[in-house]
C-alpha cells in the first residue's frame, strides 16, 4: 500500500496588518477560526470581526498571543496549551496530529526592519528560513 501525507492548513491568505503591531490578533484568530471550523455544527464569527475585537480589547502596540487565547478560547469554549520553545518535538507531534498552532517569537529592531522589508517588497508570498 502506498503511503500518502496531506499536508492542510487553516489559513493561507496573508492579511494586510497595516504598520500597527496588531499581528498577534490576526495570528490569534486565523487559529480560532481554523479551530472552530472543525467543530460540526460551528459558525465561525467572519475573520475581520474577530480580529477588531481582539484589537479593540488588547490594542494596536502588541500583545502576547497566549494571553489572548487565554481569554477567547474560554470564551469560545476551545482549549490551547503553551509549548516551551525548547520542546520542539512537542509542537512537532501537535502539527503531525492535525493541530493548530500560533508560534510567536522577539526580533531585534535591525531584525523587524528586514523582516517588514520583506513583506513590503514580497506582501503575498510566504517567508521562509531559506529567504532570510
Known amino acids: 500500500m502506498d503511503e500518502i501525507s496531506v499536508v492542510s492548513a ?15 490578533a490576526h495570528a490569534c484568530a486565523t487559529a480560532i477560526r481554523g479551530v472552530e471550523m472543525r467543530i460540526f455544527g460551528r459558525k465561525p464569527e467572519p475573520f475581520e470581526t474577530l480580529v477588531s475585537a481582539i484589537i479593540s480589547q488588547y490594542g494596536t502596540h502588541g500583545e502576547h498571543p497566549a494571553t489572548v487565547l487565554s ?13 516551551s520553545g525548547d520542546d520542539h518535538g ?15 517569537f522577539y526580533l531585534s529592531k535591525y531584525q523587524w526592519t528586514l523582516f517588514s522589508g520583506f513583506f513590503k517588497k514580497y506582501p503575498a508570498r510566504a517567508l521562509s528560513r531559506v529567504r532570510l
Open 10 to 24: 487553516a489559513s493561507d491568505v496573508v492579511h494586510n496588518q497595516s504598520t500597527e503591531e496588531t499581528c498577534y
Open 71 to 83: 481569554h477567547w478560547c474560554r470564551k469560545k469554549h476551545l482549549s490551547y496549551q503553551v509549548v
Open 90 to 104: 512537542h509542537a512537532t507531534r501537535a502539527l503531525d496530529n492535525g493541530r493548530i498552532i500560533v508560534a510567536s
